[in-house]
């Protein structure tokens, strides 16, 4: 009994983390190509159909030709082998004998011209369709065939042995392929977009406003938290109140008060509106309720003053409100667009955020995948990497503070 209700336990793990483990693939699966995609050479990410790794076709150096051949496989002989590309684009017709029209021929059109001209091509019935007699000249002879159709195709030729010649189609033939890695799109996105200078403007911009926003946020949630003063409450609800203000409506006054200041088009004007959080806040003041009143009132006792309290007992006990408050906000200052968009002039590169470049990027490499991909791997890989490092706090603060899900 016992082992059979733990193998109906293992099953019913097994299932959960195996539907647990297909919906994360399809979550993460965006993600894993956009990076895979970023390392793709142009012509890569066009393929169809699309494949995940990035791929390189091989060439060859061949004597008379200035640039490498692309090698593809060929069937020479029932034998599978890597043949250089040497010439595309050549005209083929596919040929029969009006007497045995059961034989097809492939023949070079160049060496065939329709009988009675271009104007007044003499036609025959083949096989219920009327179709035009060529004059197609073979190893010397000119016969009257009847041209059934007509297509481009390659010629191949082995590189070991520039004897073996082959025709097949180029677009149906399977190049000669290595997995690879192209990491010099991230420089070329860079050296295209002054990408590197944005970077470190979302740098700048990301650390002055976390670090502020930190500032701000405890020392606003100890004083509603702990001190007493007239109006406490009533000017905490209505801080906290602000947040149901939507965006768009302080967008205009905002854009005004900064003309006012002299802050447009400038890196202060994407910092200082933003280091000040009602959210942050509020999740110190509730943070810093939980902490037992007689730990400070001991600490007075001892003769610390409000400062050395916080910044001795307060702050070390709030890591995980401290690292889920840092998270929120560098997600927001690192992916903030559409406030940068307002006060920054699109010419005014040198105070561009990666958001911005971003956003002309797309414009100026429209055909080039692989590098607004590579561009948007610089945006998405550092904000990821910090949610992953704080998610552990994040976790542990939802469930020992005042905000409960």
């Not at 793709?40 to 169809?48: M, S």
């Not at 149906?172 to 997995?179: F, G, I, M, R």
């Not at 070329?188 to 930190?214: A, H």
Request: proline share 7%; net charge negative; hydrophobic share 45%.
């Amino acid at each position: 009994m016992i082992r059979s209700y733990k193998a109906i336990q293992y099953t019913r793990n097994g299932l959960v983390y195996l539907v647990l483990t297909v919906f994360a693939f399809f979550m993460i699966f965006p993600f894993l190509y956009m990076l895979t995609t970023s390392f793709k050479e142009p012509k890569d990410t066009f393929r169809y159909p699309p494949r995940l790794l990035p791929r390189e076709t091989l060439t060859t150096e061949m004597p008379g030709f200035d640039e490498p051949l692309p090698l593809y496989y060929g069937e020479v002989n029932g034998e599978q082998r890597e043949l250089a590309l040497v010439e595309s684009n050549i005209r083929i017709g596919v040929f029969v004998d009006p007497a045995n029209p059961g034989v097809e021929l492939q023949l070079p059109l160049d060496n065939a011209e329709p009988k009675g001209g271009f104007t007044n091509t003499e036609q025959v019935v083949v096989n219920g369709e009327e179709v035009p007699v060529y004059l197609v000249t073979s190893e010397g002879q000119t016969q009257e065939l009847a041209l059934l159709s007509q297509t481009a195709l390659g010629r191949f030729v082995d590189p070991n042995d520039p004897s073996v010649e082959i025709l097949q189609n180029v677009r149906l033939s399977q190049p000669v392929e290595e997995l690879t890695a192209r990491p010099e799109n991230y420089t070329d996105v860079i050296e295209l977009q002054n990408m590197d200078r944005s970077l470190s403007n979302t740098i700048l911009v990301t650390v002055l406003v976390v670090f502020g926003t930190l500032t701000t946020s405890v020392l606003g949630g100890y004083a509603f938290a702990r001190l007493n003063f007239p109006g406490r409450n009533n000017l905490f609800v209505f801080y906290l109140g602000t947040i149901m203000i939507p965006f768009v409506v302080l967008v205009t006054p905002m854009y005004q008060l900064m003309v006012t200041i002299g802050w447009v088009d400038k890196v202060a004007s994407l910092v200082i509106p933003w280091i000040f959080s009602a959210y942050g806040t509020f999740l110190m003041r509730q943070f810093f309720i939980t902490i037992p009143k007689e730990i400070e009132e001991a600490a007075l006792i001892d003769g610390a003053n409000r400062l050395q309290i916080l910044m001795r007992i307060f702050l070390p006990a709030s890591t995980p409100a401290l690292a889920t408050l840092t998270t929120f906000t560098f997600l927001y200052a690192w992916n903030s667009f559409f406030w940068p968009l307002v006060v920054i002039n699109t010419g005014n590169v040198d105070n561009h955020v990666l958001t911005l470049s971003l956003n002309v990027l797309r414009g100026r490499a429209s055909d080039s995948p692989n590098l607004i991909l590579a561009g948007a791997a610089i945006a998405i890989l550092p904000p990821m990497i910090i949610y992953i490092l704080g998610q552990r706090f994040f976790v542990e603060s939802a469930t020992s503070s005042g905000v409960k899900g």
